[in-house]
């Protein structure tokens, strides 16, 4: 079984060691790299023989449109048994009672399943937590978050992320939603994860503030990208700190709990 990975970036040197750290066992990860990426992204990618570092640009700022079709178009394009469309602070794991991530998936080719669903949580940092450190276990390290998935912001992270591409997947912005066919066969069993946007002060700030300033005038128009069009620094740190002391929500998912 090959696994790919195909995933948009601009300036994410705070999170590529982390993201490449937990994504090792996969086959091929297929980063698209933004051309006005100024950052060490590009020498912290080249050091991981499985990665493939392809050029994006954008013809007029940011837009997650364009960002989507160009995931849609090298999903369809690749030639692996599952890949996941994931983001820089997206992290996924299999559920803890498989022992790795290909027998999970081999467990869904099994019973006729071609899309899986990825439960992801709103992690932040908690007062008890320490500073990151990309040498240790990735999810581990920002258990705490937000337990309440039935908020419409919560509900967009449990997301149809892991495909079999020759099913013809094509998302919506985001890759929160798909357009149906009659290919597709979903899962009944999920992986789960930890949405990394506001899991460090200074990692959210920094990455915040980017998407902020660089969101098109038409991606402003039709409201993509809401949560960080009007962000402030002063709003990010106050709802940092209005969950630094929300519940483990991934500790009953990790293995060894």
Known sequence: MKIAIVTVWYNEEDLAP???KHYSYVDDI????????????RSICEAHSNVTIRRIAYPQGYGPGFQVRTVNQAVRALKYDWVYAVDADEFIQYPKQYRNA???????EQKGYNLVFAKMFQVYRHVTDKDLDAHQPVLAQRCHGDSDLSTVFNRCYIKP????????????????????NGRIKIAKEQFFGAHWKM???????????HNRAR???????????????????????????????????????????
Request: proline share 4%.
């Open 102 to 108: 290909k027998e999970f998936l081999l467990r869904q």
């Open 18 to 20: 982390f993201f490449l």
């Open 215 to 257: 969101l098109s005038k038409k991606s402003r128009k039709k409201g993509r990208l809401w949560q960080d069009a009007h962000i402030t620094k002063k709003a990010i740190l106050k709802e940092l700190k209005q969950h630094s002391r929300d519940p483990n929500v991934l500790g009953p998912y990790l293995k060894g709990t």
């Open 161 to 180: 992320i892991v495909v079999k591409p020759a099913i013809g997947m094509v998302w919506r912005v985001g890759c929160h939603n798909y357009r149906r």
């Open 199 to 209: 899991a460090d002060p200074k990692l959210a700030v920094k990455r915040r503030m």
């Open 30 to 41: 297929f980063v698209y790299l933004d051309t006005a990426t100024n950052d060490n992204t």
